[in-house]
């Protein structure tokens, strides 16, 4: 392989990652260049042991290396579930350390644009766990967007027959924003959700 | 190895590329979590047959994965040497095609702040291949900033005794740009190095 090929390839390679375009990849690449062979060995081991390690918990579908993870396998949770898109979202949710029920992973929402249905997310074991787990709430955190709100009302439309209370994370004017570089479809939404006080 | 560590492993990891911060990094850990165990195996084997594969050109320390590149090795080239920083800076000088020299990288230019002097960057074989090779010229093109001017300056003092033609790129306004918004020292620049029409 010449150069130019395995070159190439690295560069292809880190154009994988997102919101990464063929120049930041060539800076990835050089940078890898002028790592040491150890630190390159380290590079590629941290990300095939990752994958190896990482799969998903048999409860909630966030990422785990344990059958179920330890939220799910924590006895002291409360009997609510925080409905999420993705497992990052776990992680903003848990730095908040105010909730203290379980999560569970949709990894998707339902997206027709990109071909996304109701079967191409998780919510066929979110019924198990509502029926099998006694769950009493479940908070469905979806983005705020047209996907997140589509799919929250789906969830809602769901759970609502089997006798669980479905919330929506409230949606408003963000902490620390102004009012004045808020957008319109925020503000209305922040004034037909207002409250007494 | 549990979830955190081989997750945290790989962020660090990411970290250490150029401008990634934590946030960038752990978006690129999950989506690496997304890509198949085949992908995974492909990016973690492009970094390392890079690094296996790559090394410094023995003559003009440009990256190679043979003994000499292919710059270097085509007869063809013109008697006139480029100095650059980096690697990457080749690849910009070879997009103009305009240039039909070979090239001499540096990697690094001298940075007393960063502790980088005249023995830490790659200009004594530069020397010998001007005594050897019958070089005409050597057009130096560092960055057009202090560190790169301070060795253009350096570079210049020490093949100027050899009898050999040291020249500089030109420094002045930018292809495109517009006087309003171009810098004082740049201006400056392009007053004093004005050329008859």
């Known amino acids: 392989m010449n150069q130019i090929d395995s070159m190439e390839r690295l560069v292809n390679e880190f154009s994988r ?3 990464v375009g063929k120049k930041t990849a060539q800076r990835f690449a050089y940078h890898l260049l002028t790592m040491s062979e ?24 966030n990422f785990t290396d344990k059958e179920i993870c330890d939220i799910c396998s924590n006895p002291k949770k409360e009997p609510i579930v925080c409905v999420v898109k993705e497992p ?3 992680t903003a949710m848990e730095k908040v350390r105010e909730f203290n029920g379980t999560y569970h992973v949709l990894h998707g929402v339902i997206n027709p644009l990109e071909g996304k249905g109701p079967n191409d997310i998780n919510v ?8 099998e787990e006694g769950i009493k709430e479940v908070i469905v955190a ?24 479905v919330t929506r994370i409230a949606q408003g004017v963000a902490m620390g924003s102004e009012l004045e570089f808020t957008d319109a479809v925020t503000l209305s939404k922040a004034l037909s959700s207002r409250r007494e006080m």
Do not use: W
């Open 38 to 61: 150890q630190e390159v060995r380290d590079f590629a081991d941290a990300c095939i042991m990752a994958k190896e390690c990482i799969h998903t918990c048999k409860v909630c579908s």
């Open 88 to 90: 990052k979202d776990v």
């Open 124 to 131: 066929r074991s979110l019924l198990t766990r509502v029926s």
């Open 142 to 165: 979806t983005n705020p967007d047209v996907e997140g709100e589509a799919t929250a009302m789906y969830i809602a439309n769901l759970l609502k027959p089997l006798g669980v209370k």
């Open 17 to 19: 990652l997102p919101s």
